[in-house]
C-alpha cells in the first residue's frame, strides 16, 4: 500500500540509527504505524504524503508484521511504539537529554508526569502541555520550542498527531518527534496494556477490544487491511 517500512529490530533501531542523531542534534520524525494507520493513509492522499516524509515508519501492530509474510518481505519484528516510547525516556535519563511531552487530558498528565518522576527521578522533563488546542494554535508551538527539547512526545492520537509535527516540524532546530497515540494513558494507569502472554500471541488487538468495544469501528479496519493484503497476494 505505498507505506514504507523500517524493516529494523529495535535494537538495530536505536544502536544504529536514533542514537546517533540524537547526538549528533539532528532533527527526527518516527511515525508508529499500524493496520489503522495505513488504511487511513490509503484513504487519505495528504496523510500518506504527510507520513511519508517521516524518517523512520515502524512496524506498531501485529497485523503489519503478519501481511509482510503474506507479501513474502517479511519485517524483522514489530516495534511497538509504547515500548519505543518507554525505552527513549529511559535513554534521556541516562544521557541528560530533555524530554516534552504533549497531549492527553489534563488530569492524565498530571498522573503520567508523577508516574514518570517515579520512574525516572533525574529525567530533564522540558515541559508539558495537555492536548486540547487547537492545531493552529502557533502559541503551543512556541511554548514547545521556547524549552529546547531533545524529545517530543505527541499523544494526540492520529491523524491529529503526525499533523501537528509536521505543521511546526521545519521551524524546530533539533529534536526527535513521535506520535504515541493513548500511550499517556497507559503510563498515568488509566488504561491497562495487555498482559505479556496476549501480547506473546499477537493477541494485543484483542484484549484492547475486550477492555474497549467502543474501538470495533477501529478493529474493524484492521480487518480490511489484511483482506487487501490476501486478495492482492492473489
Not at 513474502?72 to 511504539?81: C, D, L, M, T
Not at 504533549?102 to 522540558?126: F, N, T
Request: hydrophobic share 45%; glycine share 6%; charged share 30%.
Amino acid at each position: 500500500m505505498d507505506v514504507p517500512f523500517t524493516n529494523l529490530t529495535q535494537k538495530e533501531l536505536l544502536d544504529q540509527h536514533i542514537y546517533n542523531r540524537l547526538h549528533r542534534l539532528e532533527k527526527t520524525f518516527i511515525v508508529t504505524a499500524n493496520p489503522e494507520i495505513v488504511m487511513m493513509a490509503k484513504e487519505n492522499n495528504r496523510f500518506h504524503s504527510l507520513i511519508n516524509r517521516a524518517d523512520y515508519i515502524i512496524p506498531d501492530g501485529t497485523g503489519i508484521v503478519m501481511a509482510s509474510k503474506v507479501i513474502r518481505n517479511p519485517i524483522k519484528e514489530r516495534v511497538p511504539g509504547f515500548d519505543l516510547m518507554t525505552h527513549l525516556i529511559g535513554y534521556a535519563e541516562d544521557q541528560d537529554l530533555s524530554c516534552f511531552f504533549l497531549g492527553a487530558k489534563q488530569e492524565v498528565l498530571d498522573k503520567m508526569i508523577d508516574r514518570i518522576k517515579d520512574l525516572h527521578p533525574y529525567l530533564k522533563i522540558a515541559g508539558v502541555h495537555h492536548g486540547y488546542f487547537d492545531l493552529e494554535d502557533r502559541e503551543i508551538a512556541e511554548s514547545v520550542k521556547k524549552t529546547k527539547p531533545d524529545l517530543v512526545f505527541v499523544a494526540l492520537g492520529s491523524p491529529a498527531q503526525e499533523k501537528w509535527i509536521m505543521k511546526y516540524y521545519e521551524e524546530f532546530n533539533k529534536g526527535l518527534f513521535m506520535g504515541v497515540g493513548g500511550s499517556f494513558d497507559v503510563i498515568a494507569g488509566e488504561v491497562k496494556r495487555a498482559p505479556a502472554i496476549w501480547i506473546k500471541f499477537h493477541l494485543e488487538w484483542l484484549y484492547r477490544l475486550i477492555k474497549q468495544p467502543f474501538r470495533w469501528k477501529r478493529i474493524l479496519k484492521v480487518f480490511e487491511f489484511m483482506f487487501r493484503i490476501i486478495i492482492r497476494k492473489h
